[in-house]
């Protein structure tokens, strides 16, 4: 049976923002609130931590890596990289329990690229040659936004790669109804000469994409879905429709937040892919 959980957070964190990082382009640092890692949770710096290279089907992608234990592949949205995406009270809390790596898609941040057209499947590859050239046959993955249909298509494709799996912001397809204002974005963004090629080629991508509802009911792995009740850019209706389709997942909705929604409620969000990460949910024998 799915399981849908209504998480209610305190007013304080409920601030609803259109745009975020891992949709589209970045905001400047002050749009986003500054939260401190709360004290049983130490502290962690991106731009303290060395940037890594690894050699993945012919490219070099840059990483970082924080914490030990399991290991956390968090895959980054559209147009974010791993400078940009990922909030440091989030990585903290994921990083006092799991070895957390992040990265950046081919031609974004620290990462090279080649004359490979871009698509989802490509970016899934390359999620699984990281993984495999990082020395792993397996990780837990958390994808957000694009980086969640990259994590679908990783799961589908290469199935073996991954344990368990968090979708946040999450969609099957950028072509649904409900997803009408993140297509515009998309398909705006794949001609817009002021991108950065590597955004351009992320669009590109997306708007190639079939999207992967046929496939969701195939997948057998533990899945949680997340996802804000403000988003307007992937709505909660989308999470709560594929909930329905991927057997025995998780949802759970945070109300008033918007999409991406670990940029304002850190601390929620983190606790709550420990608390699934590290949930036991094996038939008693």
Known sequence: ???????????????????????????????????????????????????????????????????AGEPLLLV?????????????????????KYHVYTYDHRRMGYSGDDDAPPTISLYADDAAGLISA????????YGVSMGSSVSQKLVIDHPERVRKLVLDSVTYSIYVPET???YTIINRSATDSTQPAGVRE?????????????KLSAIDKDVMLVVGTDDVLTPDEVAVRMTG???????VRFKGLPHVGSHYAPVEYGENAL???????????
């Open 1 to 67: 049976m799915n399981k849908i959980v209504l998480v209610i957070l305190p007013i304080a964190v409920i601030i609803a923002i259109l745009f975020t990082a891992g949709c589209t382009t970045a905001p400047p640092a002050s749009t986003s609130p500054v939260v401190q890692a709360t004290p049983h949770y130490p502290a962690v710096s991106i731009n303290a931590t060395p940037v890594q290279y690894a050699e993945v089907n012919g490219i070099t992608l840059g990483y970082r890596e924080f914490g």
């Open 76 to 96: 980054a949205g559209f147009s974010a990289t791993m400078d940009t995406q990922w909030n440091e009270t989030f990585l903290s809390i994921l990083a006092s």
């Open 134 to 141: 990082l020395g792993y046959d397996s990780m837990h993955v």
């Open 180 to 182: 009408k204002l993140l």
């Open 202 to 214: 992320e669009a590109e991508a997306n708007l190639v994409w079939n999207g992967s509802w046929d």
């Open 245 to 251: 389709q991927i057997n025995d997942s998780w949802l």
């Open 275 to 285: 608390n699934f990460l590290e949930m036991d949910e094996s038939p008693l024998e």
